[in-house]
């Protein structure tokens, strides 16, 4: 089952004064999702922004708002990003120790639900909730800041989700240093959902457009029938 293909290019690497902008920018380039991501200075060695500023994002685009959110705990936070205007919640399977829970309350809020997994973290960690989810988010670089490396291991663990994935509604993401070069490479592996900061916003407001073009042509390169 060949799921649809997704751009989600992230704003961390956006101007921040003057976001909402950007965020119609990455709307008229072309955007499937807008991906925001959320970092407390606990979880992850960074802090980014919180469900205030997720609302006033809110009416600058209807694309879809995937909510990476990177901060521990997580469960006392999760309906202020539903009010915020989040479609879809992703949290950390290392963020809590009742990661079924924290699923179980996304939904409850009437919204998509993923799961994140660190670089370190097995996929192991989320057999028990694929029944709870509709994203995996498999982070390609150590959570924490834009502009890393990708790191190369990853592949073979998008391979193995999607073999767990097999048969199911579930999105998987890959989060972290993608760029067009090494975007056949992890929709090869099974990867549908491509987020993308600074290769996206390389060279400023105008080759956002040209940026996410870029991305999906190459991704969609590794999925033409052979
Ligand atoms: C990292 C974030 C990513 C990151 C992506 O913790 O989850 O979404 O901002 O940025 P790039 O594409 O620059 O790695
Ligand atoms: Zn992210």
Do not use: C
Not at 44 to 72: C, Q, W
Not at 145 to 160: L, N, S
């Amino acid at each position: 089952m060949t799921r649809p293909l997704r751009i989600a290019p992230s704003v961390l690497s956006a101007d921040f004064s003057r976001l909402g902008d950007d965020v119609q920018q990455l709307d008229a380039g072309g955007a499937d999702w807008i991906h925001l991501d959320v970092m407390d200075g606990h979880f992850v060695p960074n802090i980014s922004f919180g469900p205030a500023v997720i609302e006033h994002l809110r009416p600058r685009t209807a694309k879809l708002f995937d909510v990476h959110l990177m901060i521990a705990p997580v469960d006392p936070y999760l309906s202020a990003f539903a009010a915020a205007g989040a479609d879809s919640i992703t949290v950390h399977a290392e963020a809590g120790p009742h990661l079924d829970r924290s699923l179980q309350a996304i939904r409850a809020l009437g919204k998509r639900a993923g799961v994140a997994l660190n670089p370190a973290t097995p996929e192991a960690a989320i057999a028990h909730v694929l029944d709870r989810i509709d994203l995996i988010l498999i982070m390609t670089v150590n959570p924490g800041f834009g502009g890393q490396a990708f790191i190369p291991a990853m592949v073979e663990k998008v391979r193995r989700v999607r073999s767990i994935t097999e048969g199911r509604d579930i999105d998987i993401e890959v989060d972290g240093g993608i760029t067009a070069e090494n975007a056949p490479t992890v929709v090869a592996a099974g990867a549908n959902a491509l987020v993308a900061g600074s290769f996206v916003f390389r060279g400023g407001p105008e080759a956002v457009a040209g940026n996410i073009s870029a991305i999906r042509a190459a991704a969609e390169s590794a999925r033409a029938p052979a």
